[in-house]
């Protein structure tokens, strides 16, 4: 595996040959997915319990340019919530507090959290939680350890479908 260091300066001479100019890690990665420089960075909301797996999905996420808010329990979680409108939710399934899955029923139940995608991740994603994921409203899953190329094209991809404007709503 290739240290995120040495990409940024391959990516970086490729982009700026002649070295006179230089570019912010966000202007490359913009560069990467088309990204226009003058948009707003989408909102992402990691909700997990353990700081470690919070730590990880805040840094990866924030050097592809998103601005994500990180929560370690469900306490005045979907007031919260409702005042930031995250673009997507990441949402572990195992929660102290309450579960994942009660969670996404609460935001499905609010009218102005509907339609915001939920991505669950878990170490515990069988076959019949997956179903039940799908049966309250989640909209995708991750496996515990989380792969960074999935974790980043899923939110991308949401990202994606929850701005297309025919599929307003219809997430």
């Known amino acids: 595996m290739i240290p995120i260091k040495k990409v940024y300066h391959r990516i970086h001479r490729i982009l ?5 100019q230089t570019l912010s890690t966000h202007q490359v990665l913009r560069t990467i997915y088309n990204t226009p420089t003058n948009s ?3 909102n992402i909301v990691v909700i ?3 700081s470690l797996v919070r730590t990880i999905i805040v840094d990866l996420m924030s050097l592809e340019g998103y601005r994500v ?6 306490v005045n979680l979907i007031q919260e919530i409702t005042k930031i409108q995250p673009d997507v939710i990441l949402l572990d399934i195992i929660l102290p507090e ?15 959290t509907q339609f915001i995608p939920i991505i669950f991740f878990s170490t515990l994603l069988e076959q019949k939680l997956r179903v039940k994921g799908q049966a309250i409203g989640g909209n995708d899953f991750l496996d515990k350890p989380l792969n960074h190329l999935e974790l980043s094209n899923k939110v991308r991809y949401w990202i994606d ?3 297309k404007p025919l599929n307003k709503g219809l997430i």
């Open 16 to 20: 700026c040959p002649n070295f006179m």
């Open 98 to 112: 309450m579960e994942g899955f009660e969670i996404c029923q609460k935001l499905r139940q609010n009218a102005s």
């Open 161 to 163: 479908q929850k701005n």
């Open 48 to 50: 997990d319990d353990h």
């Open 69 to 74: 808010t990180e929560f370690d329990s469900s």
């Open 40 to 42: 707003q960075p989408a």
